[in-house]
């Protein structure tokens, strides 16, 4: 379940209790839209679940839509100020872009690839997104242009993977513009965190 908090007084009751599917089998992720929609990637279901913004107020709200996303989509995120949400499919080997405007679906290829996290940043150029691999142990950039009528020009790689982490890679984060990444990395053998700048 996904509770529905008021932040003006905590100690109440959840205004909505969100029921996700077989959520108790994986763990699902959340994102708001900037008008308050809350998209939840559900992996079991290979699905996204977005509400209205009505779980703030009405008990019970309207059910959600579910978008089709790749399969086992285990992150998710969207930019502020972006048109699209995105997914990282860890088995399916791309990212699933869902706009915002309609909750249409295109997948963005990455192949040989099993992307586990990823941020989404939106520069003059259009959005770039910044793509995991903890498997693989790589970060792939990618510019995601849509509009482009060959789509073949619609995916562009940014640069080759960067694959010279000192330390395992599980989360990344983009400032604001896309200019830098943060990049965590996990030493599995004695258990630290680090943080690496790209």
Do not use: C
């Not at 929609?37 to 509400?51: C, H």
């Not at 107020?57 to 089709?68: D, K, L, M, W």
């Amino acid at each position: 379940q996904v509770y529905v908090l008021d932040t003006a007084n905590l100690a109440t009751a959840p205004v909505n209790k969100l029921s996700v599917t077989d959520g108790a089998a994986s763990q699902t992720r959340l994102g708001v839209a900037a008008d308050g929609r809350l998209f939840v990637a559900n992996p079991p279901k290979n699905e996204v679940l977005v509400w209205a913004t009505d779980i703030n107020t009405a008990n019970p709200p309207a059910p959600p839509t579910s978008v089709a996303a790749g399969t086992n989509p285990v992150a998710i995120t969207i930019p502020a100020t972006g048109e699209y949400a995105y997914t990282a499919n860890l088995d399916s080997a791309d990212v699933s872009a869902i706009k915002l405007s309609d909750l249409s679906v295109k997948p963005i290829a990455i192949a040989g690839s099993k992307p586990s996290a990823l941020a989404a940043s939106v520069t003059t150029g259009g959005e770039n997104l910044a793509v995991v691999d903890s498997d693989n142990q790589k970060l792939h950039l990618i510019g995601w242009r849509p509009n482009e009528a060959n789509p073949a020009d619609q995916i562009k790689p940014l640069g080759d993977p960067v694959s010279t982490f000192a330390h395992r890679p599980i989360d990344v984060v983009a400032s604001a513009g896309g200019k830098w990444l943060y990049v965590l990395e996990k030493e599995d053998a004695d258990d630290k965190g680090y943080v690496q700048p790209v």
